[in-house]
């Protein structure tokens, strides 16, 4: 074959692929192009208009309205549901293991699953209105331990955040490295709701995890991060005389901001704080707590090591947080449990409550 | 050969940067449909099937979660459960599972690792993931591995 020949051939090629993909680019345009929709919100309180085509949670945050997601629109969370009186379709096979029958009857969806193809109805929590976009400086970050680093952002100026204790925000990541999208998670506040011009966040390095390897080794103090918020129903209710407060890792965040809330506010509660870790490189804060112990006797910090090396010279509880939960949590009289921390530790610390009496309607976690 | 419409997002949620920062298909150009086919191709001819290893992989991280954290010996093995907050959603979307990795040795010293979303890719779907990814598992390595649970 004379190289012509190739040449002309490769041309031909080149110029149906071309071709092609003209077709599909405007076929994907004309066909996937559902004009502009009107989403109506709570029977006329707010009306939108809206390119569709996009999800709902997109397109509400696109409009600032922002819907609590933790797992970033992946179906995973459960978290962004919203009423669709109209025109969203049937449910998902993604959203049905988060949809109640009686949600269902309610016509609750999942935010990120809806497609908005159509002009819609629906229903929003009026709070929800409530939550804001901050674009914030990252003044400082800190090591806590290995795996856990601090973040401390400051709010633009003239700008502030009013959330209860125990609350989260939505903390946006950058494209970096293999990462070509934004992706964002959701991370409790560790910081005093006192305190409206700064947040401080823990967050702890997940293998392979897309946003908490973007904190740990992509953003630099002196960056701009997005955040949303605040979101959660994670926060006090202090319908009791006591708090036993349970975290481990990470989970110390909310936690945290708990206590500073009861003892800014001179609530009379008693708290116990049980904070469970491996070994003493797990451990953070320790100094922190240990004053506020001194300082105010209605809180108690019980650190808890699983497994204190030799020369650690531990003197404090050792085994696992259940084990000092099992024997130092008589019972469930005026208490109100707190937990934060990975599903398998909330799991054996729920198990763990129930048995001392605490109910559904005591024990409080986010469950993200 | 023409992508099957109904793979479109489970392709996607498989690539890099979707559902967590490396993906799941690694440098692996085939369709993961090929993957799933030749790896249980593998375990037939090795006499075990992908629901039996992934029941083994459950009984060792099983008996070290209650301890997560701390090493303990589970049937000869010793296992190590670590523990994360927050979940994980499956590309195929019918699971979200807990952050959650394992890591086992046996006598001989050889070491294998897994994750809860890699035990319920093997379970449910087959899949042990492409070639070079993070946590893909050789179904005849991982056999071979988990024989002692006979």
Redesign the interface.
Known sequence: MNFSVILTTVGILAAVSAGLSVIISVADAVLNNYGTCQLDINNGEKLLSVKGGSSLLSLLASEKIFIPSACGGKATCGLCKVGVLEGGGPLLLTEEPYISLEERKQHIRLSCQVKVKTDMKLRIPEELFNIKEFLCELVEVEDMTYDIKRLRLKLPAGESIKFKAGQFVQFYSKPYGKVREEAFRAYSISSKASETDHLELLIRLVPNGIVTTYVHTALQVGDTVRLSGPYGDFYLRGDCEELVMIAGGSGLAPIRSLVYDVIEKGLPHKMRFFFGANTMRDLYYMEEFTQIERDYPQFKFIPCLARPAPEDNWQGVTGFVTVALEEQVADSVSKEAYLCGSPGMLDACIKILKTKGFTDETIFYDKF | MKENPRHIPVVESLR????????FMGEDTRPFTDIILDDAAVLASAGTNAVELADKMTRLTRAA??????EVVVEGYRVL?E???????CPF??H?A????TQVWDNAGRQMSWTALGVHLIRAHGFFQGQGA??RLEPAQLADFLRALD
Request: no cysteine; proline share 6%; aromatic share 6%.
């Open positions: 890099e940067g979707i559902l967590s920062r490396d993906g979660l209650a301890q997560a954290g701390q459960v523990d994360y907050m927050g979940r994980i959603s979307r019918d979200r807990p952050k959650r990795n993070p946590y």
